[in-house]
C-alpha cells in the first residue's frame, strides 16, 4: 500500500478556506512546507490517475501513474489503468447546468476539440452527501412541467403555444418526449432580455404563490442571487430538486443534466473530465452541444436517489455499485470501542480515503500503513484479498471512502 497526495481544484463555486471540507483534508495530507491560502476557495480534491492531474505518491513524488507503470499488471488488477477517479467536493454555490458525454461522443469531442475535452472518456458518475446536498438532476415527468407551464404564466409566454402543446401531448407517455425537447431547446436559445423578462415575472409569480420555505422557491432565489439573468436558473421548473441526506447518495448517467447547488459529497466517476455546460457558469458554455446530447427521458424523483448494499452481509461496510463498469464505492463506517475489523476484497486496485478514525491498515503479510482524517491510500489488486482495519484509537468512530473497478 502507498499514501498519496491528492490534488486540489480552487474552481470559483468552492467553499473558502477552513469551512471547505477539502481545504481541510488537504491541510491533513499535504507536505510539511506546503502552506494553503485561507482566503481562496477549495472546490475539489482529486484522488487517482487522471492524465492532466494524477495523484502523486507522498513519500516519493512521483506521479501514480508513472508508479503503476513500472509495476506487474497484478498491481492494477484486470485493467490497463485505473478507471476511475476519487474526489470531495465542497460546494459553496452552484455548479454548472451540465452533461457528460456517453464513450462514443466522448472519443468524437476529444477527437475535434482536444483543447476543450481533454480526454477521450465518458464520466458517468455517483456523488454520495457527506452533509445536507442539494442539486438539480434528470428531467422531471411531463406533468410536472406542464403543470408549473400552466401555472406560471411567465413560462408560458417564453415557450410559446406550440411548443406547449408538444409537450402536453407527451403527458402519459414513456421514453424519449419530442414536446420537451422542442421546450428545453426554445428555453435554452431564448434572448437574454427574454430570458431576464421570464426571470422577473416568474420571481413575482413564485413569491405569490409559495410559502417561503418551498424548495422550489428557494432554490429560484439562490440560483437568482448568484446568478442573476441566467437561464439555467428556470432549470428548475425541468430539473428535478434532489434533497439528499447524509449517507445518501445520486447516479448520474450520460448525457444526464444536472447541477450541484450546495453541500459537502463524495465523488465518484469514471476517469475524465469532459463536461459539456449550458448555464449558472462564467465558463464557456456549449448549448448546441448540450441540446443535441441531452437523454429527453422524464424519470420519477425516486429514480434518482441510488442505495447502497451491504458487502457480504458485512454490518459496517456497504458498497455502492451504479450499471457501469467503470467504478463503485465501498463505504466503510465502524463504530468507536470496536478494535480491528476485516473486510473481503476483489483482486483489484483501489483509492481509499480516510475521513475519521486513528488506525492501522494491514493487508496479508503486509507491515499495514497508519491512517487518519485526510489520509489517502493506494491498495494494490494483489493485496491478498483482504483488508484488515487496526483501531489506533477506539474511542474515534472509523469513516472512509474505496474507490473500486466495478467488480459487483
Not at 110 to 135: G, Q, R, T, W
Not at 182 to 188: I, N, Q, V
Not at 272 to 301: C, E, F, H, V, W
Request: aromatic share 8%.
Amino acid at each position: 500500500m502507498l499514501k498519496l497526495l491528492g490534488t486540489v481544484k480552487n474552481y470559483h463555486w468552492g467553499k473558502k478556506g477552513p469551512d471547505s471540507l477539502v481545504y481541510q483534508l488537504a491541510v491533513l495530507n499535504s507536505l510539511p512546507d506546503q502552506k494553503l491560502d485561507e482566503k481562496c476557495a477549495y472546490a475539489e480534491l482529486w484522488m487517482g490517475n487522471h492524465v492532466v492531474d494524477p495523484s502523486l505518491v507522498k513519500d516519493t513524488r512521483q506521479t501514480l501513474g508513472e508508479y503503476l507503470s513500472s509495476q506487474p499488471k497484478e498491481v492494477i488488477g484486470d485493467t490497463k489503468d485505473l478507471q476511475f477517479l476519487l474526489k470531495v467536493l465542497s460546494i459553496e454555490t452552484a455548479l454548472s447546468i451540465q452533461v457528460h458525454p456517453n464513450k462514443k461522443e466522448a472519443e468524437e469531442l476529444h477527437n475535434f476539440f482536444p483543447e476543450v475535452y481533454k480526454d477521450d472518456n465518458h464520466k458517468p458518475e455517483m456523488a454520495i452527501a457527506l452533509s445536507p446536498f442539494l442539486a438539480l438532476c434528470g428531467f422531471r415527468l411531463i406533468e410536472e412541467i406542464f403543470g408549473f407551464v400552466k401555472r406560471f404564466s411567465s413560462l408560458s409566454d417564453l415557450l410559446g403555444h406550440e411548443n406547449i402543446y408538444k409537450l402536453e401531448g407527451d403527458i402519459g407517455k414513456t421514453g424519449q418526449s419530442e414536446g420537451l425537447k422542442a421546450c428545453f431547446e426554445t428555453l435554452m436559445e431564448s434572448s437574454a432580455a427574454d430570458i431576464n423578462k421570464c426571470l422577473e415575472e416568474a420571481k413575482k409569480q413564485l413569491e405569490a404563490s409559495l410559502n417561503s420555505d418551498d424548495v422550489l422557491l428557494k432554490t429560484f432565489h439562490t440560483l437568482l442571487r448568484d446568478f442573476p439573468g441566467d437561464v439555467g436558473v428556470l432549470c428548475v421548473f425541468f430539473f428535478h430538486i434532489v434533497e439528499l441526506k447524509p449517507g445518501e447518495a445520486m447516479f448520474i448517467s450520460a448525457n444526464e443534466p444536472h447541477a450541484y447547488i450546495s453541500g459537502d459529497c463524495i465523488e465518484c466517476m469514471a476517469c475524465s473530465d469532459n463536461t459539456i455546460r449550458a448555464g449558472l457558469t462564467p465558463k464557456p458554455k456549449d448549448i448546441p452541444t448540450l441540446i443535441r446530447m441531452l437523454n429527453y427521458q422524464p424519470q420519477s424523483l425516486d429514480s434518482k436517489i441510488f442505495p447502497p448494499k451491504k458487502l457480504n452481509g458485512n454490518e459496517y461496510v456497504d458498497y455502492f455499485a451504479p450499471p457501469v463498469p467503470d467504478f463503485a464505492v465501498i463505504r466503510y463506517r465502524i463504530p468507536a470501542g470496536v478494535s480491528s475489523h476485516t473486510v473481503k476484497l476483489k483482486n483489484q486496485a483501489s483509492v481509499l480515503l480516510i475521513l475519521s478514525g486513528v488506525a492501522k491498515l494491514q493487508l496479508p503479510g503486509d507491515v499495514g500503513v497508519p491512517v487518519t482524517r485526510g489520509s489517502v491510500v493506494f491498495v494494490p489488486g494483489n493485496s491478498g484479498g483482504t483488508l484488515t482495519i487496526v483501531m489506533e484509537d477506539k474511542n474515534v468512530p472509523f469513516e472512509a471512502y474505496q474507490a473500486i473497478y466495478n467488480v459487483f
